[in-house]
C-alpha cells in the first residue's frame, strides 16, 4: 500500500535542502498540505517553485519558537496537524576535541545542542497541543551517529545520540496521542550540510572531495544514497494508516553501515 497523505497537514523544519527538501516535496506528492520552514530565503523561493500549490513556506530560524509556533498556528488553521518532521541540523565536520581550545568547545557545544538538540524539542513544544487533538505523529532525523562513531566527530554525534534518546522518552511522554519515531540516514550524496560558525567552518558536504567514494565503501549496499532513497522511510511513518502501531522507532536509512 502506496502512502497516502491526502487531507493531512503537515510541518517540516529545515525544509529547504537536502533531506528536508526531499521530504517536503515527497510529503506534498502524496496529498498533504505542506508547510516548510526554511531561514535561506533564496531557498525557500526555489521550493516554493519546485512544490506548488499547497505547499507553503515560512522564511524563518527552525530553531527560534516564535518562529516555530508561527508555522504551527499556520499549518493549523484549516482544521489542525496531522504530523511535524524536524530536519534542521548543523555538522561539525569531524572536530577532534584535542584541537579545540577551551572557549572553541564551550562554543561549538552551545551551537551544536541548541540547533540539533534543543532546536527539535521546541518544534516538538509547539506543535503538541495540535498533534494531540489530532492523534498526530512526529519524525525527527537522527543519523548513523546516532549509532556509530562515525559520520562526524564527538559533539555531532553525540547530539545525535541525544536525539535518539528524545524518541525514547518523547513516545513515552506523549502516548498514547501521539506516535514519535525517527529516520537515521547514512552519509548522503548531494547535500548542502553546513558547518559550525563558531568554528568558522564555511564549507557544506556536497563540496567535499572524494565523499560519496567514501560513503560508498562504508555500506554493505556499497552506495551514497540521494535525499530522495530515504523519503519512503518517513513517508511511512508519516502514515497513520501504514505505521498507526509503530512508535518509539529509530528506521535506519543507511545502506547498511559497515566499518570500512
Known amino acids: 500500500m502506496s502512502p497516502d497523505l491526502a487531507g493531512r497537514s503537515v510541518v517540516v523544519t529545515g525544509g529547504g535542502s537536502g533531506i528536508g527538501r526531499a521530504v517536503t516535496l515527497a510529503y506534498r506528492a502524496s496529498g498533504a498540505a505542506v508547510l516548510a520552514v526554511e531561514r535561506s530565503a533564496e531557498r525557500a523561493r526555489e521550493l516554493q517553485t519546485d512544490g506548488g500549490p499547497g505547499l507553503r513556506v515560512l522564511v524563518g530560524d527552525a530553531t527560534d519558537p516564535a518562529v516555530l509556533e508561527e508555522a504551527v498556528s499556520r499549518a493549523s488553521e484549516t482544521g489542525g496537524l496531522d504530523h511535524l518532521t524536524c530536519c534542521v541540523g548543523v555538522f561539525d565536520y569531524y572536530a577532534g576535541l584535542g584541537k ?55 559533539l555531532y554525534g553525540s547530539s545525535k545520540w541525544a536525539l535518539r534518546g528524545a524518541v525514547e522518552h518523547l513516545a513515552a511522554d506523549l502516548a498514547p496521542d501521539v506516535r514519535v519515531n525517527a529516520v537515521a540516514p547514512g552519509g548522503t550524496s548531494g547535500t548542502r550540510f553546513g558547518g559550525l560558525s563558531s568554528l568558522h567552518q564555511t564549507q557544506t558536504a556536497d563540496r567535499v572531495r572524494g565523499r560519496d567514494d567514501r560513503i560508498a565503501r562504508g555500506t554493505l549496499l556499497g552506495q551514497a544514497p540521494r535525499p530522495e532513497d530515504h523519503t519512503a522511510a518517513y513517508l511511512y511513518l508519516a502514515d497513520p494508516e501504514a505505521s498507526g502501531v509503530v512508535t518509539g522507532t529509530v528506521m535506519r536509512t543507511d545502506g547498511g553501515r559497515r566499518f570500512a
Open 100 to 154: 579545540l581550545t577551551a572557549a572553541e568547545l564551550d562554543a561549538a557545544w552551545t551551537e551544536t545542542y541548541r540547533i540539533n538538540v534543543l532546536g527539535t524539542l521546541h518544534a516538538v513544544r509547539a506543535a503538541v497541543p495540535q498533534l494531540r487533538r489530532r492523534r498526530g505523529s512526529i519524525t525527527l532525523t537522527l543519523s548513523e551517529s546516532a549509532f556509530f562513531p562515525v559520520g562526524g566527530g564527538v
